[in-house]
């Protein structure tokens, strides 16, 4: 068996080239919550406790346009269901945990802590899961935070007349184009995008959170016909 402090540093060298495209992504999402009105404190503490990058730009999003704290809430539990399937699908790999340790390790779950230890644990049953999985969370973590912060740096440096909105829709595409991988995942995210623009109007905006239900409600129907 390997050591503990071997698998967690295997797992921090696999993280290294995704943290590449989280530094640019977190840095964003620090820029978008100081643009949305939070102050330095309070973005940095939505980082650390949703730390979740797509949810916390929807989240700046709707705060910046005033929406009701129950929309901004709503709206980042859609975004987020998916970690209940992750954690369906790993949980397997930590039945041996105790209820300490398993809650500790969900906080670190992430599209990228997924699917790189999911990968391991399917074609290494040697490894150490609890620790190498903590080596790429930890890592894709201390990434996040960094880069957060040096979004709220930047944000707060840049005139208002800049106008950085524009930078939230760029992420989300560079997020969601990778994802469309099949017809379902297309069907969803055309729409999804469809919904949102013709839902735009809708009180206390609503339209993000109708566009996910529908886009999630119409790639589901399409993958049980498939």
């Given amino acids: ?45 939505m980082s650390v406790f949703v730390f979740a990058g797509a949810s916390q730009l929807a989240a700046a999003d709707l705060i910046g346009r005033s929406a009701p704290a129950v929309v901004v809430v709503l709206t980042v539990l859609i975004i987020n269901l998916r970690m209940m399937m992750y954690s369906a699908s790993i949980a397997p790999y930590f039945k041996r945990q105790s209820a300490r340790w398993k809650a500790g390790l969900s906080y670190f779950l992430t599209d990228q802590a997924y699917a790189v230890s999911l990968m391991k644990f399917e074609q290494d049953e040697e490894t150490n899961r609890r620790w190498y999985y903590l080596g790429v969370g930890v890592s894709l973590w201390v990434t996040w935070q960094i880069a957060t912060v040096a979004g709220i740096l930047l944000g707060a440096s840049v005139p208002s007349g ?56 119409a790639g589901l129907l399409v993958e049980e016909v498939a």
């Fill in 162 to 217: 800049w106008h950085l909105d524009f930078a939230v829709p760029l992420v989300f595409l560079a997020v969601l184009v990778p994802s469309v991988t099949d017809r379902a995942t297309t069907v969803a995210a055309v729409v999804g995008g469809v919904t949102a623009v013709a839902a735009n109007g809708l009180p206390f905006n609503l339209g993000l959170v109708t566009a996910a239900v529908v886009g999630i409600v």
């Fill in 1 to 45: 068996m390997s050591s503990s402090r071997a698998d967690f540093l295997s797992g921090v060298r696999v993280s290294l080239p995704i943290v590449l495209g989280v530094l640019p992504f977190g840095m964003v999402a620090g820029v978008a919550a100081v643009s949305a009105g939070l102050s330095a404190p309070l973005a940095l503490a």
